[in-house]
């Protein structure tokens, strides 16, 4: 299913419309199986923004590709644009999280870390980056808030403005992208996707 579809490509900024003729963008279901279709649709919806690639999972920052997730990457790629422009950043798979996000995160929400005390591994394959963000997300206590009786009762807007505080590309933050602007369209289209999964 093209995502494009729903918003419209002569809606899209210059830069989406080759991708949109080459039929590259594609919505990328999440690995993980089950869950509340509200908090998967904005997984989904983050994923648009933060690694719109075909394979997500292992992408890094700047659009490489790592092989191994048997952990996270790790690895500093210069920052080419916006208001870090200069710095580096560690960024990587599907939510591009940066290293020390994912293991403060991991080491609360990874299901099945390897190791014991405190010589825990985290393993950074995708049914782990979904498991931890799906996980996260569900946490009332992290977030000051019920993302998914927000969702529910249709305040999509105060939940990427909570979130934008960690995703940028949500808005309301430092930055934005070119899908910013999109993502309510987006997460209507994945949200429907979502509960006909039912």
């Known amino acids: 299913m093209i995502l494009i579809a729903e918003i419209g490509s002569r809606d899209l900024p210059e830069q989406w419309q080759y991708i949109y003729r080459r039929g590259i963008y594609r919505t990328q279901p999440l690995v993980m199986r089950g869950g509340d279709p509200y908090i998967r649709a904005l997984m989904r919806t983050i994923a648009a923004s933060e690694a ?36 580096c950043t560690t960024a990587a798979g599907r939510y591009q999280f940066i290293n020390t996000t994912w293991y ?3 080491s609360r929400y990874h299901p099945r870390p390897s190791g014991f005390l405190f010589w825990k591994q985290y ?10 963000v799906y996980a996260w997300l569900s946490d009332k206590q992290a977030w000051g808030m019920d993302i ?48 006909g999964k039912i």
């Open 123 to 132: 393993s950074f394959e995708p049914q782990y980056q979904d498991a931890v």
């Open 52 to 87: 719109n690639v075909d394979r997500p999972y292992a992408v890094l920052y700047g659009g490489k590709y790592i092989s191994n997730l048997s952990r996270h990457p790790s690895r500093c790629v210069p920052i080419v644009a916006g208001p870090n422009i200069g710095n």
């Open 104 to 106: 403060d995160k991991a």
């Open 148 to 195: 998914s009786e927000q969702l529910r009762q249709g305040k999509l807007d105060q939940v990427l403005r909570r979130l934008s505080g960690t995703w940028t590309s949500l808005g309301y933050g430092i930055e934005s992208n070119a899908m910013t602007s999109y993502l309510p369209g987006i997460y209507r289209r994945m949200l429907k996707d979502e509960l």
